[in-house]
């Protein structure tokens, strides 16, 4: 039994003299979506467009991070879904039409009496009286993703 209890003891004496990792408590502060996750949905969450944000990175959603004058609440308002931030292609200024180019895809604006336009350009005549071509802006309204049109209730000229 002499051997037995000394190699326990041997042991133990051992163990306790063994390098440890320490232990480090985490705590989670994100806010938590009340939006579903379902895919096809108009919901950016599922759809990974708000799960990495990265200005740095053309390829993936930075409605968050960029720096235009879009306050808190218009980005919130863009981040799930009701507009989207890109540039200016196919600007045609005498038929205030152009092409929204967002992440690779392009999208049809348009634009009605009651659009607002906020930033570098304040009315319709200011931002459609320049060649607006590669400009970079942000478009609130509402998005029609099969027919790759957005109805444009505001557009805020970065």
Known sequence: MKPTLLALLTAALLASCAPQEEATTTTDTGTVSTETNEP???????????????????????????????????????AVGDGLEGTVTDFDGTAQTFTLNENDANYAVTVDESTVFEGGATTAEEFFGTDR???????????????STLKANKITLN
């Open 40 to 78: 096809g949905v108009d919901n950016p969450i599922a759809e990974g467009e708000g799960a990495m944000d990265d200005a740095a990175d053309p390829g993936v959603d930075s409605t968050m991070t960029n720096d235009d004058d879009a306050n808190t609440s218009e980005e919130i308002d863009m």
């Open 133 to 147: 071509a590669d400009a970079s802006i942000a478009v609130e309204g509402e998005i029609d993703e099969a027919a």
